[in-house]
């Protein structure tokens, strides 16, 4: 679904989060840059690969990652809501 979505509007850059598996985002056509933490969930940019790219960075969390393509940063960053971090606080607190 992802390939034909990406096709049919011909897209350059895709950014993709709560990423589990690198394999998952190989789309013909398209070079995947990933980063998955250590808890399994991370962030990918799929661009064209046309598309010059430098090195990507990445933040160890999996939270983050940028690509630079040119004098152009793209950054897809995964910032949890809220509620969520909420959640996880109050959770951890009642392992203590």
Avoid at 38 to 47: E, V, Y
Avoid at 56 to 75: H, N
Avoid at 77 to 93: G, K, T
């Amino acid at each position: 679904m992802l390939a034909e979505l990406l096709h049919r509007h011909n897209v350059d850059f895709a950014f993709l989060q709560e990423v589990t598996d690198g394999d998952c985002v190989a789309v013909k056509g398209y070079h995947s840059v990933v980063n998955v933490c250590t808890l399994g969930r991370g962030t990918a940019i799929l661009h064209k690969p046309s598309l010059l790219q430098h090195t990507p960075k990445r933040l160890s969390s999996g939270m983050g990652i940028a690509v630079y393509m040119g004098s152009l940063c793209l950054v897809n960053i995964y910032a949890q809501s809220r509620s969520a971090n909420r959640a996880e606080r109050e959770f951890s607190l009642t392992l203590k």
